[in-house]
């Protein structure tokens, strides 16, 4: 079983994109259409521990917001992840966030829901600012936050 495996979405302009590029770890860049994320994720074979997939979100600025919840016509999955675990960390390096159980109804909460859909370990789903909404501290507490999350 691998340990962490990090999510975001493909294109190079996009903040989650940007974010897990540059980490050392194992990672998957999903499709920017509903079609192609399930492809993506049916695509993943390995075991995880745990599962962290980021997406950005345009009216954040300076923050995140944590996601525990996914919906798909009228079926709606809880996170099994320790949210607590995650927010703590953010405590820790101060970084400003929210935790919904409300989902979206975009790509990301489609790519939330097929992930905890396909694998059994603990999923959660982070939303970020776009690069423009983000100052270059902010991006640098999340980058050093990514890499308490393994």
Known sequence: MKNVLFTAFKGKTNSSFQLVKQMNTEKIFLTNSFQGIARDIE???DQYQKIIMFGLDK???DSI?????AE????YIL???KVADYTMFADKLDLCYTVSNTPTHYLCNEAYYYM?????CPTIFIHIPTMKNMSKEFFRKL??????CL
């Open 43 to 45: 695509m993943i074979k």
């Open 59 to 61: 009216s954040l600025q």
């Open 65 to 69: 917001r944590f996601e525990i919840a």
């Open 72 to 75: 798909k016509d009228g079926d």
């Open 79 to 81: 996170t099994s992840a």
């Open 116 to 120: 905890m859909k396909k694998v059994s």
């Open 143 to 148: 980058t050093l936050y990514v890499d308490k």
